[in-house]
């Protein structure tokens, strides 16, 4: 009886200790952290690396329709981010990302920021491209991305180089 009482306190102490970021957004100042350029993981197994995997995931479910979330977004400038698992990819978490290929073949494609909330614009990117990067055991991956994947990949990876898409997006509209 006590044995499952303290799982149970375990658990519920677990989920506590997840928590939902203020995300960083664009003001009419320059925002110092999303403009800088971000410094490698060097220690994935740090709990505070973990925490903040956690933190991330959970701070990316709670937004209304966001995809991904670099790490500079939630106020650290460390290579990282991650991709909401709706999309169903193979991995979630990207550490220290970089790209290995890249299509030639780009298109024009509508996107937004949690960064810069109520802005859309047609950013080109590149159609293909093949990442490599660690998860959040440590493991290096590599991951073949076409279409969104690829587009999320640039974007996200963008954050990390202290870029925003409205940098280079063009017909941007507001949307309240
Ligand atoms: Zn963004």
């Known amino acids: 009886m006590d044995l499952i009482l303290s799982i149970t306190v375990c658990c519920v102490t677990m989920k506590i200790h997840m928590a939902i970021l203020p ?27 973990q925490k903040l995997i956690g933190d991330m995931h959970e701070t990316l479910e709670n937004t209304e329709n966001g995809v991904g979330l670099a790490t500079p977004q939630v106020g650290k400038n460390l290579r990282m981010f991650v991709a909401s698992p709706a999309l169903e990819l193979a991995q979630t978490v990207f550490i220290n990302p970089v790209i290995v290929k890249i299509s030639k073949e780009t ?10 909330p109520g ?58």
């Open 23 to 49: 995300i960083q957004t664009e003001l009419k100042e320059r925002n110092k952290i999303l403009r800088a350029m971000s410094q490698e993981v060097k220690d994935i197994g740090d709990p505070r690396i």
């Open 107 to 116: 298109d024009s494609m509508e996107e937004g920021c949690l960064s810069v």
């Open 119 to 176: 802005k859309y614009g047609k950013t080109r990117r590149a159609t293909s491209l093949k990442v490599e990067a660690y998860n959040e055991h440590g493991k290096k991956f590599k991951l073949k991305a076409e279409g969104l994947i690829a587009q999320l990949v640039q974007h996200e990876m963008g954050h990390l180089d202290g870029e925003l898409f409205i940098d280079k997006a063009k017909n941007i509209k507001t949307h309240s």
